[in-house]
């Protein structure tokens, strides 16, 4: 490992502690919400890059907390506003189609006018579409973790903490 001349003196609090920084593992962090219509529709995200649909959400920044994490990815890629009224669940995810494993942070955005879609600003880089969707739909068009998260919610079995099965390539 490499040290810079400005670097502070390994053997001091700030030296070790930046040691350790450098060669600890990050994990990746998700922050997803659940934005249900008044007909109780989950909102998905038609995205760019995968054929599954998806929770709307992003990857936190570094130093971001997951809550202001997702406040940002919803206006930054669906020009909205969003309330984060509580997390609902933190699911683990095995690496997957070359991505590192991470942690996805579940967030309740509680219940909203299904217009809101019509005033939504999608980022064209990586929202196609959003569509308010039914439990069927959920099943055929979403990403298997998403899948699973809200068939747990939707049979009020949602635990805390959930660990998704190794998905397959």
């Not at 933190?90 to 809101?116: E, K």
């Not at 039914?134 to 079995?157: C, F, H, K, Q, Y």
């Amino acid at each position: 490992m490499a040290r810079l001349a400005d670097d502070p003196p390994a053997s001091s609090k700030e030296g070790f502690t930046a040691i350790l920084n450098a060669g600890l593992p990050t994990k990746r962090v998700i922050s997803q919400g659940l934005l249900r219509d008044e007909q109780g529709r989950v909102l998905l995200c038609e995205l760019t890059y995968k054929r599954e649909w998806d929770l709307p959400g992003g990857v936190v920044e570094v130093g971001e907390p997951p809550a202001l994490g997702l406040v940002r990815e919803l206006e930054e890629e669906l020009g909205i506003t969003a309330e984060v009224r509580g997390l609902l669940t933190v699911n683990w995810l095995p690496a997957w189609r070359g991505w590192d494993d991470a942690c996805i942070f579940l967030f309740d955005l509680g219940v909203v006018d299904g217009s809101i879609t019509e005033g939504m600003t999608l980022q064209a880089s990586e929202i196609k579409s959003v569509t308010w969707c039914e439990p069927a739909t959920v099943r055929e068009r979403a990403t298997a973790a998403a899948i699973e998260l809200l068939e747990a919610v939707e049979s009020g079995s949602l635990p805390t903490y959930r660990e998704a099965p190794k998905a397959a390539e």
